[in-house]
Antibody
Framework: DVQLLQSGGGLVQPGGSLRLSCAAS????????LSWVRQAPGKGLEWVSI???????YYADSVKGRFIISSDNSKNTLYLQMNSLRSEDTAAYYC????????????????WGQGTLVTVSS | QSVLTQPPSASETPGQRVTISCSGS????????VNWYQQLPGTAPKLLIF???QRPSGVPDRFSGSKSGTSASLAISGLQSEDEADYYC???????????FGGGTKVTVL
């Protein structure tokens, strides 16, 4: 069975850093272009970043230059390093696995992590 | 980045049909397939419809999706109380090399 187990998150001051982890099981992480998606309290879903072994990394404008997506294929784990955090980064963060391996469309998320809350506040 | 446009809310009585629209542009819905997610309160989103109109195994056939041009829609027929949730459309955005989500539609069963 596919599982995405998230860890990290918590309370951090503005300007601080935090790293989220997403441990994958039931599939080989390197074969899929996983994404991070976030949801601010009471708001909708917002795509944050994607990582593909073949195509590289891409980011939403709102986090570009501050967040870094990476993976450790030996641990089958996806990461999101969040730097220069702002209050507007406060959200539940989800890692999400696409239904198809490789890069390209159709691109849809068939498995989601349980989510981890990041609160940026002084 | 802009989001796909959905109505903020929709409601109907049990057993009736409700339809949710999702409007985009040529760089997202017009060129790529649309997916729909259901989110119950306090839980992670769940895939409901993929590739415009395909249902994952386990999703009741009361849920159906369609697309025309730069717009898509999700229909829920035979509405049930457990269908009360937030529904999001999503599509690949070519200019972003990422995903655009709709703002979400809260479905209420009256």
């Amino acid at each position: 069975d596919v599982q995405l187990l998230q860890s990290g998150g918590g309370l951090v001051q503005p300007g601080g850093s935090l790293r989220l982890s997403c441990a994958a099981s039931g599939f080989t992480l390197s074969q899929y272009a996983l994404s991070w998606v976030r949801q601010a309290p009471g708001k909708g879903l917002e795509w944050v970043s994607i990582l593909s072994d073949s195509r590289g990394t891409y980011y939403a404008d709102s986090v570009k230059g501050r967040f870094i997506i990476s993976s450790d294929n030996s641990k089958n784990t996806l990461y999101l390093q969040m730097n220069s955090l702002r209050s507007e980064d406060t959200a539940a963060y989800y890692c999400a696995k696409p239904g198809l391996a490789g890069w390209g469309v159709p691109y849809y998320f068939d498995s989601w992590g349980q989510g981890t809350l990041v609160t940026v506040s002084s | 980045q802009s989001v796909l446009t959905q109505p903020p809310s929709a409601s109907e009585t049990p057993g009736q049909r409700v339809t949710i629209s999702c409007s985009g542009s040529s760089s997202n819905i017009g060129r790529n397939t649309v997916n729909w997610y259901q989110q119950l309160p306090g839980t992670a989103p769940k895939l409901l419809i993929f590739s415009d109109s395909q249902r994952p195994s386990g999703v009741p056939d009361r849920f159906s999706g369609s697309k025309s041009g730069t717009s898509a829609s999700l229909a829920i027929s035979g509405l049930q109380s457990e269908d009360e949730a937030d529904y999001y459309c999503a599509a690949w955005e070519d200019s972003l090399d990422g995903v655009l989500f709709g703002g979400g539609t809260k479905v209420t069963v009256l």
